[in-house]
């Protein structure tokens, strides 16, 4: 097990744990969050991986988690924009620390892998994790404007 592996499986426990608690446990609100950073928790989790076993196609499933989860987390919000209205969430920091922490990671993984075809692959993952992690969370709180419950 190097460093990597190690960094990964940390980042996986403690994501995990609170993703799982908040899907399990609490409103809409806590459930919908949980939702959008369960993959601003799993994409760097397989970037590290990727790195840690030597294996690029988790990239590719990184990248592909990456362009997918927001998504999914703006069709909640549609769905869901009159309930989420009532109680809207309240996670503001976990946004932001898991936004952190692909800010983190793809650097760190950026400086290993050096110039080339790889290191924009990662750059490509690490905007779309980020920005897409703020855009979806930003929909969530403050619902889209004018749509309807359905």
Same mark, same amino acid.
């Not at 840690?52 to 990184?62: E, T, W």
């Not at 998504?71 to 989420?84: K, P």
């Not at 692909?102 to 950026?110: F, I, R």
């Given at each position: 097990?190097? =460093?990597?592996?190690?960094?990964?499986?940390? $980042?996986?426990?403690?994501?995990?744990?609170?993703?799982?608690? *908040?899907?399990?446990? *609490?409103?809409?609100?806590?459930?919908? $969050?949980?939702?959008?950073?369960?993959?601003?928790?799993?994409?760097?989790?397989?970037?590290?991986? &990727?790195? +840690? #076993?030597?294996?690029?196609? #988790?990239?590719?499933?990184?990248?592909? @988690?990456?362009? @997918? =989860?927001? %998504?999914?987390? !703006? $069709?909640?919000?549609?769905?869901?924009?009159?309930? !989420? /209205?009532?109680?809207?969430?309240?996670?503001?920091?976990?946004?932001?620390?898991? &936004? +952190?922490?692909?800010?983190? %990671?793809?650097?760190?993984?950026?400086? $290993?892998? +050096?110039?080339?075809? /790889?290191?924009?692959?990662? !750059?490509? %993952?690490?905007?779309? @994790?980020? *920005? *897409?992690?703020?855009?979806?969370?930003?929909?969530? #709180? =403050?619902?889209?404007?004018?749509?309807?419950? =359905?």
């Amino acid at each position: 097990m190097n =460093g990597w592996i190690l960094t990964a499986s940390c $980042v996986l426990a403690a994501g995990l744990g609170a993703v799982l608690w *908040g899907v399990t446990t *609490g409103p809409l609100r806590r459930r919908a $969050v949980a939702q959008n950073l369960s993959t601003a928790v799993a994409c760097p989790v397989l970037l590290l991986l &990727a790195q +840690g #076993y030597h294996r690029p196609s #988790y990239v590719d499933l990184a990248l592909l @988690l990456a362009l @997918l =989860g927001p %998504v999914g987390t !703006l $069709v909640f919000a549609r769905l869901l924009a009159a309930e !989420l /209205a009532e109680d809207p969430p309240r996670a503001r920091t976990a946004t932001w620390v898991c &936004a +952190g922490l692909g800010a983190l %990671v793809v650097p760190a993984l950026c400086a $290993v892998t +050096g110039p080339g075809r /790889a290191m924009v692959k990662l !750059l490509v %993952v690490g905007a779309l @994790l980020i *920005g *897409g992690n703020l855009i979806a969370s930003r929909a969530l #709180y =403050g619902g889209l404007k004018g749509a309807g419950g =359905g």
